[in-house]
Structures are given as C-alpha cells and as structure tokens.
C-alpha cells in the first residue's frame, strides 16, 4: 500500500481513475451491509454519481450509525480523529491502521513534491494545548519510515511579535502554521525574515494567491489541502499547483445543481474518503469550494485545484425573516483592502459586528462599509459597529471570519 501511495504518480490518469472506481464499489458494498445510516441511504447505488450527499450535519446528528460493525480482514479501530468544531457541529470519525498508513505515505509523498529534507529543523506555529515543546523528531510515526530532524511547536494564540521572537531564537528551516497566522507573521517580519527560514508549509485553511505572493518574497512557499476528517487531500507539487491525492480520496466540485462544475467555475467540495471502512465517507460535503485548475505542466497525473475559496458562508437574516448569503458583504470587504484581518459577526437583522486588524483603517472605509450592509438589508439605516483590534479570537486555532447570529 505504502509503495502505492508513493509511486503512483508515475501511472496515467486512467489507471488513477480505474483505482478508484474499483475502491469505490468495495467500499459502497461494504457501507450498506455494515454502516448503519448507509444501509438504507445508498440503496441500488452503485457509482458515486447515484449516492446522495450527505454532509457535518449527518455526521453529527447520527454519529453512531456511522460506524461499521465490521471491518474487513486486516484492518482494526486505531483511534479517533475529532473536528475542532468551528461550525458548532464537531464531529468525529474512527482511524484504522490502513487510513493511518495512508496518511503516513502521504506525508512522505507531500514532502517529496516540495522539496523538504525531513532532516532539517521544523517549527509548528499551530493550535495546541499548554506552552508549546521541542523534541529531537518531527513525528514518532513518520520516523518510523524516514529520518526525520527536530521539531519545535509554539501555540498559535501567542501574539505574532512573540512568535517571531521565538523564530528568531530556535533558527528554524520550516515553518508550518495556518494562514490567517501566516498574514500577521509576515506582516511583523517585514523585511527582516528569520535567516534560517527557507520554507514555509500552509496548512488547514485556504491559502490566498496575494498572501502567498507577499510570503514568497523571502520563501519557498507550499500548501496542503486538508481536514480533520479526511487527513490530508491535496498537495502542492514543486512548481506550486495544489494536486489531488487521488489514491486516497475522490474529489468532486458541484455546482448549484450538483453538477460537475468545469475548470475554473466555484463549487462545491464532495469528497470520498476510499480507506475509511470504519466511518465510511462517501461523498461528503466539506463545506469547502473550490475550483479545478488546468493540467499541470510538473507531469504529474493528479488532478489540479486551482484554488480552494473557503468555507460555504453561513446565512444572514434580513428583518423579513428571509435567509440570504453574505457573499457581497465579504466581497465588500476584501474590495475595500485595508483589512488584515477581519472577522463580520451578525448580532440581530439589520445590526453587524465588523472587527479589522488593520492599521489603516478611516472613517471613509467605514462609510463604505456601511452602504454595503445598507444595500444587503435593503434598510436606510443599518448598525454598524467597528472593533480595530491587534488580534482577532481564536477557535481551536481557526478564525472564524463570519458569524451569523442565533
């Protein structure tokens, strides 16, 4: 399996697809004779196009029907991997020794693709518990299969001129930490980056295409796609392109109609997990969009994500009761440019919260602002409040960017 994971990106996309197709009916067959929920659900389906969608909400509300009473010869419960919960529906799904392998050949292949000598100092500016450690490895796991230099981890709620204090003090070669910490790191590094810094590796939220521009003045650059339910999705490769991990997941972007969306159109993200038999994942909404890119000219054989957009948008409530997408209020925001940071919190119809970290915020971006909110509520008058803060909350290390109210 390990060998598979790691060579099969030398095969053509046929023999990708073909793999698939294969799991996929293995793994369908298996759901709806041992999975509870899928028994009924998946009824005469047997391609992924006729399974219904299913996404967090099902996870949570019917957690126990997920799990398989059996596991196929070989395989055994290994443990448990948990949501963060950002979007108040934390959900878990039960590890295996094969999905746990697979991670493991992944981590490997997402290191070759990039470049990182797994030998070479690592820093985690992530969220965890306590004060942060160092240790002489990067992974008691992966040492298992390469090895591996020291590792150093550092809670991502400490303030970005402490974390650069601490960069600057441990000498690192990588650095791994989400992007909205990112955007602040880099902001406080200035011109003066940490000269041991080579590479910097962005991991659980999206990374955007201005940010990664303003960080790859002083650094290689690369990005993961990944969750806490699916381990790791996609990869960049050497030239900076996001790739499938084909042998492991299937990954559809929908549009409105559940189509597949073409190159270049938002939808969407439905993945398959195609080696979690424990909890099976089978077309699983993420609560992602995204958009296919075109053919990479790396060679490599793993379809291309052009760039990952975010999560779907929890809906605001206009004063007539009526549910809509704050898509223009965030569209709002990102044309107005002197944010940061920024988080949009609805508290009631008509009433926003807008918090920037931003130091050159003005009274005329806040009159902006406020005709945008006036033309999404449809009233003459809407409250807007301002917060300009130096850091904004946390949850479980993700920013929560819009909150729509209860």
Known sequence: MRVFGLLSQTYNANILHSYQRERVRELMAHARTHVPFYADMLGDAVTLDQAPILDRTHLFDYASQFVSAVLPRGQAARGLRYTAGTTGQPVRVVETNLTHDWQLALQLRDLEWSGLDPTRHLAEIVWCEGQGHSSNRWDPDLDELC?????????????????????????????RTYPTNLELLVEVMGEAPPLSLTHLKSTVEPLSAQLRARAARHFHVFDTYASAELGLIASDCHLGRLHVHSESVVVEILNNRGLPCPVGEVGRVVITALHNYATPLIRYALGDRAAWG???????????????????????????????????????????????????QENSPGWVTLRVVSGEWTSQHTRRFEEAVARFYNVAAPRVELEVVRRLPLHAGRLRQVIACR
């Open 147 to 175: 090895a591996t230099g020291p590792s150093s981890l550092l809670p991502i709620t400490l303030d970005p001129l402490e974390q650069l204090e601490w960069l600057q003090r441990i000498q690192p070669n990588y650095l």
């Open 294 to 344: 075109s053919p990479c000219r790396c060679g490599l054989p793993h379809p291309v994500i052009d760039r990952v957009a975010g999560r779907d948008l929890p809906f605001f409530t206009h004063p007539d009761g009526s549910r809509w997408s704050p898509a223009s209020l965030v569209s709002a925001v990102h044309q107005i440019g002197s944010a940061l940071q920024w988080q949009l």
